[in-house]
């Protein structure tokens, strides 16, 4: 199935963080908020039961100013939906294809990924979605999400037939798009293992992109790449809010709560592959791996770190500033040469060294801005409300929660508020730290943005996250870019 031009053109591409953003995934919330069981919170990986219409209200108020900011940045192609919901595009590929083998494969997936129930279970939920998809039920996707109760539920039994997905909302997590593709992520927890499911149907059949849509578990190496993922010990576990592409040369990912070492190891291997067959759509050189602690405050890479700007970083000190009690190491492979050959991790610094190497170029030192200012205590306040959770839709274009007022001041005074951090020590130039202009989503206006972006601007659009911040998510965490397109 093709894509409508004016939704989504067959094309994937993610060279950077900060490069204007052309096309982007978000999920709405819907009723799988409401339906998390109050004393099953850890299992569902929810800090509080959600407010489901604040949280409509609040992400409909996000992905409208991302709608704004977008369509106002240089080059924007008015012709295309810039916002793509992963509901209603599932809702509408699913009516469109009743019949179809792929839409029968997901809802036998989906029935065979329910941890509580026995086989004779599955084959009969199975048979029941199966005719919501024949009929057309436009209530299908909701209970493909949201779940589906338990018919007469046995003590101590389950409450569902299908788990609700209150985490589906952080579509930074299930694809990960990087050069011309999408990689399916292998997801650590039972409670997110349907997501990948739904992203598979929406790359290659919703979308029309399963030329470029790659499954990390599932991919096909040559036998002495297999035999180096196999020797790698543990689960291969992967999502994407532990990856992230710094440039079109390097590419990062955590090594986390949820991501192993054995994820990253596939990834590797697979752009090996993809770089020797189509070194056009994958120009990256190496690949950095970071050790983070495996704590929930810090569950993903994006939650201690992100740019906001070419060589400017919103990080959480304890962990990425120089000399920091625990700043984490960083190892790097080569992505370049023989696919088959050995991953070879090597030791190249200490976070703030690593990345200043790498993220820093001829007047724009690589800065890292705390995240919480410059006080300790307020750091871990402000990072557990995912400060250093922004999402830049183009140089010097962000959104973060309005709740983080120390981040968004340190930002509105940038001068007085980063810290430097390049292998030679250089001090940068006042352009390189001239502050964010923050102003709130619903004060947003097209004709003063785009005047802002043609100047050169910076601005920090805060977003009201009380609610959606309940799932231990930002702005980052709420979406996946799916094209960028780098200045000049």
């Known amino acids: 199935m093709n894509a409508p031009d004016n939704l989504l053109t067959p094309t994937l591409r993610v060279e950077s963080e900060v490069g204007f953003l ?86 036998d997936e989906i029935a065979s990924i329910e941890p509580d129930l026995r086989p004779a279970d599955a084959e009969d939920l199975a048979e029941s979605l199966r005719a919501e998809l024949l009929h057309g039920d436009s209530q299908l996707v909701d209970d493909l999400i949201a779940g589906v109760l338990a018919k007469r539920p046995r003590p101590g039994g389950s409450l569902f037939r299908v788990a609700p997905s209150p985490n589906v ?12 593709a999408a990689f399916l992520s292998s997801m650590a927890k039972q409670v997110r293992r349907k997501e990948p499911a739904l992203a598979r149907y929406l790359f290659r059949e919703a979308l029309g992109l399963g030329d470029a849509c790659f499954d990390l578990e599932q991919m096909a190496f040559g036998p002495r790449a297999q035999r180096l993922l196999d020797a790698v010990p543990g689960r291969l576990c992967i999502e994407g809010g532990d990856v992230m592409a710094l440039s ?43 050790e983070l602690p495996a ?108 709740r983080n007022d120390r981040t968004l001041a340190a930002l509105s005074a940038l001068s007085g508020k980063a810290l430097t951090v390049t292998p030679g020590g250089a001090v940068p130039p006042k352009d390189h730290l001239r502050p964010f202009q923050v102003v709130p989503a619903a004060e947003l206006d097209a004709v003063r943005v785009k005047g802002w972006m043609v100047a050169g601007e910076r601005l920090m659009v805060a977003v009201d996250g009380s609610e959606l911040g309940r799932a231990r998510g930002g702005p980052h965490c709420m979406t996946m870019a799916l094209h960028r397109e780098e200045p000049g």
């Open 169 to 180: 909302i952080f579509a930074r997590d299930y694809p990960i798009v990087l050069g011309g």
């Open 22 to 107: 052309r096309r982007v995934l978000v999920c709405s919330p819907g009723e799988e908020l409401r339906r998390v069981p109050p004393d099953q919170r850890e299992r569902y990986l929810v800090e509080d039961v959600l407010w489901l219409e604040r949280a409509r209200e609040q992400h409909r108020a996000f992905t409208d100013a991302l709608d704004l900011l977008m369509r106002a940045a240089p080059g924007a192609d008015r012709a295309i939906t810039p916002v793509v919901d992963l509901r209603d595009e599932l809702r509408r590929a699913l009516t469109a294809q009743r019949g179809s083998a792929a839409a029968s494969a997901l809802i």
């Open 295 to 402: 704590r929930r405050a810090m569950m993903h890479l994006d939650t201690v770190f992100t740019l906001v700007d070419h060589g400017l970083a919103l990080a959480f000190p304890p962990l990425t500033f120089p000399n920091a009690r625990e700043e984490m190491a960083v190892y790097a492979c080569d992505l370049e040469g023989d696919a088959e050959a050995p991953i070879e991790m090597r030791w190249v610094g200490p976070f703030s060294r690593a990345m200043g190497e790498r993220l820093s170029s001829p007047g724009r030192p690589l800065t890292l801005i705390a995240g919480g200012g410059e006080v300790r205590t307020a750091q871990h306040r402000e990072q557990w409300c995912d400060a250093c959770n922004a999402f830049a839709v183009g140089p010097g274009v962000a959104l973060s929660y309005a």
């Open 248 to 290: 079109r040369e390097t590419i990062v990912v955590g090594i986390s709560e949820r991501t192993s070492w054995k994820g990253a190891t596939a990834l590797a291997l697979a752009l090996r592959k993809l770089k020797a067959e189509r070194p056009a759509a994958f120009p990256f050189r190496e690949l950095c791996a970071v």
